[in-house]
């Protein structure tokens, strides 16, 4: 019975994020909207601001002492939503920066600092507060948002935005082009093999605290070195996609990998020592990392330049969406075989799958990898 606990804590979790992601399902769909349809310089500008004033108004009401957990809890709401609206024109700035077969490249710098600043965050956030207290804590996150707003501003030129916008914002427009993105073979394999493995995969970070406690008997170090160790996995495959030749075969790489990560996750569950969880973690992030900066990189050189943005938006909830949906499937079948088993099912079933998808990817989009132009009449 006890064992039984945490997986039904975290399938009340699960839902209550799976709710979550079907409200933000239409905010980032619109974020995709914005981003093929303004200028992305001024939509991420906007909303950066936004956020900015979330940490300010959290130090005015720190220091006159008025804050309560309801206010704390609604500038959260403001950031998710700005979040979501301006992630896909964030994600869409970098393809109108570099040439078509630099696109690999710069999607893959952006993974770098986004992994990089994952593993720092927390540690500098955790000094300065140790340091210096909270409240200049907040004030160092207000500041950093200036540069960030300036860069946004000033990075594009003033002609730079989708030169051919689709000014018709209604439901009959949205769902067109959602249904020509979805009919490429090319980008939906893509977009299928993010999906699944955040489905069956992502479940492994979700359910490590209770994979250390329950599982190996660990503490709260080692639950720490676990997360970090997933976090450098990451960084460094970001690196390395750095290194990828243009004409590589994206797809390969991300069919691959996603098939590692599966392997790795059914190796995790099953590993009996405590101090080897984070080398496992390592590579899981680093295979994660692969294979999901390969398929955005591939999504944002195959979109149409007018659809690039819902691309992207569709990329996000398939991240996202997928870790959410699998996180409550994954508790419902830790509840009744346990965690260990439930991971060890998510990574064969994940190998399976991503070795299926991967092989009918490559077939049927073997002519529009030959002809990249192809998937961008869909």
């Not at 078509?100 to 500098?124: C, V």
């Not at 990998?257 to 101090?275: E, K, L």
Request: net charge positive; with cysteine; glycine share 10%.
């Amino acid at each position: 019975m006890a064992a039984a606990q945490p997986g039904r804590f975290l399938i009340r979790d699960r839902i209550g994020h799976l709710r979550a992601v079907g409200a933000s399902f239409l905010l980032i769909l619109a974020g995709g909207m914005l981003a093929d349809n303004a200028d992305r310089r001024w939509v991420v500008a906007k909303f950066q601001a936004i956020q900015m004033l979330c940490p300010v108004a959290l130090v005015v009401l720190m220091l006159t002492h008025l804050i309560e957990p309801w206010m704390v809890i609604v500038l959260s709401l403001i950031v998710g939503i700005t979040d979501a609206l301006s992630m896909p024109s964030f994600q869409t700035i970098a393809p109108s920066l570099v040439r078509q077969d630099q696109i690999g490249s710069a999607i893959a710098l952006n993974a770098t600092q986004f992994n990089l600043s994952r593993i720092l965050g927390p540690a500098l956030g955790g000094l300065l507060i140790a340091s210096v207290g909270a409240i200049s804590c907040f004030v160092a996150n207000a500041a950093s948002y200036l540069p960030f707003i300036a860069v946004a501003i000033w990075i594009l030129p003033p002609g730079s935005a989708n030169p051919d916008p689709d000014r018709s914002l209604d439901r009959h427009q949205l769902l067109l082009g959602l249904r020509r993105i979805v009919a490429s073979d090319y980008m939906r394999g893509a977009l299928t093999t993010v999906l699944v493995t955040s489905t069956l995969c992502g479940p492994l970070i979700v359910f490590c605290p209770v994979l250390v406690k329950e599982i190996l008997h660990g503490d709260s170090t080692q639950f720490s070195l676990a997360i970090g160790a997933f976090g450098i996995g990451g960084l460094l495959g970001a690196v390395v996609m750095l290194g990828v030749e243009p004409g590589r075969d994206k797809r390969q790489l991300s069919t691959a990998f996603a098939a590692a990560y599966g392997a790795m996750t059914a190796i995790a569950a099953v590993n009996p020592w405590t101090s080897v969880l984070p080398l496992l973690l390592v590579v899981a992030g680093f295979c994660m990392s692969i294979s999901n900066t390969a398929a955005n990189a591939l999504l944002n050189a195959a979109a149409p330049a007018r659809l690039r943005g819902r691309t992207i938006s569709l990329y996000m909830l398939a991240m996202r969406g997928g870790l959410s949906f699998g996180g409550l499937l994954t508790g419902l079948s830790a509840d009744l075989v346990g965690v260990r088993y439930a991971l060890l099912a998510n990574g064969i079933m994940a190998v399976t799958v991503q070795l299926i998808l991967g092989r009918r990817w490559l077939h049927a989009g073997s002519e529009a990898a030959s002809h990249p132009s192809t998937p961008r009449r869909c």
